[in-house]
């Protein structure tokens, strides 16, 4: 399917060689090497649709990059298959880079010594892009970007966030549909923080693009994404909508509510329990696995009582996502 990916049984292992103490065991590794195999990735299966943004979580070492390289064809898995955009990315490299952009966060596709602009004429060249798109896609990215105030500035010159930014915009210079993006915004303040997830917001609701997002910042996850995939030691823990989890894993929330009767006595509603009730002030709870989100918890709240004010307590999305890790990790 045109701009989706779609992962089957995707699997990659490393062949090592075990280091032997000493001068002898150094010769002994020489001539009869013993090879130990790393299993990076192990039967992952997901697919993202086109136009969705997915996150793709996990502790260091997990296996996100791994499959990203496999997706996008600078790794050959050693078993399963992928698809990007229609295209095997590891049997038709050339063709994948046409049709992805990536960017990871500790490395850079601009030239070191030259200024971003020049930087990005060589790849309107590269991916043989006509001036007029360049230009317009230039003018697009410096608008929600602010590239132009850098953008004759040696690459080596730059700070983490310009580099950062100007990855973006080369990344998508050649308008492609699905963009990897491995930790993009690491290191980073919060203003270019919040500067990139707009322009990210963007590109998968304005522009359609698809993309798989690796990071550990959950408030990066909880803006961006809507579905997260979960993998540790190489297999795919979990996989669902920021919903799902939440209501799965997240159940610590509390709704308090002042009711404008003060002789009312609240009553239970499906799936949310009555916790304490002090007069006129009451505080509601998740009741059981089928429990709403808190969201749905305070529109329930609203339409059943009259209220004159409530607020909410929600437990925030790291919390829900470790709770998710340890239960997934128990029950492999």
Not at 201 to 227: F, I
Request: with cysteine; glycine share 6%; net charge negative.
């Amino acid at each position: 399917m045109s701009g989706s990916i779609e992962v089957r049984d995707l699997s990659r292992t490393f062949h090592t060689t075990v280091r032997r103490p000493g001068f002898a065991g150094a010769l002994r590794s020489l001539v009869n090497p013993q090879k130990v195999a790393k299993h990076a990735v192990s039967d992952v299966t997901f697919s993202v649709a086109p136009g969705e943004l997915l996150a793709l979580l996990g502790p260091n070492g997990a296996g996100k990059s791994t499959t990203i390289k496999m997706l996008t064809g600078i790794l050959t898995p050693t078993a399963g298959e992928a698809r990007v955009a229609g295209v095997v990315p590891y049997e038709e490299r050339e063709r994948n880079a046409r049709n992805i952009g990536a960017v990871f966060g500790q490395r850079t596709q601009l030239w070191w010594d030259l200024p971003v602009r020049e930087s990005f004429a060589i790849l309107r060249d590269v991916y043989e892009v006509p001036k007029a798109e360049h230009a317009a896609r230039l003018k697009e990215f410096d608008d929600l970007l602010d590239l132009s105030s850098f953008w004759d500035t040696r690459v080596r010159h730059l700070s983490l966030g310009q580099r950062v930014r100007c990855d973006l915009a080369a990344a998508l210079l050649h308008d492609p549909q699905v963009v990897f993006l491995d930790e993009p915004t690491i290191g980073m303040d919060v203003v270019v923080k919040e500067q990139v997830r707009e322009f990210l917001r963007h590109q998968v609701e304005e522009r359609g693009r698809t993309v798989l997002l690796t990071t550990h910042d959950m408030t990066e996850v909880e803006r961006l994404a809507e579905r997260v995939v979960l993998i540790n030691h190489g297999r795919l823990m979990l996989d669902g909508t920021l919903d799902e989890i939440r209501r799965k894993f997240g159940s610590t929330w509390q709704v308090r509510a002042t009711l404008a009767d003060a002789h009312t006595d609240a009553v239970p509603l499906p799936g949310i329990a009555l916790l304490r009730q002090d007069g006129p002030r009451v505080v509601f709870g998740p009741d059981g696995p089928e429990a709403p989100t808190v969201h749905q918890a305070l529109r329930a709240i609203i339409e059943r009582y009259d209220v004159t004010d409530i607020a909410m307590d929600e437990a925030d999305l790291e919390d829900v996502m470790r709770t998710a890790y340890v239960q997934a990790v128990g029950d492999a």
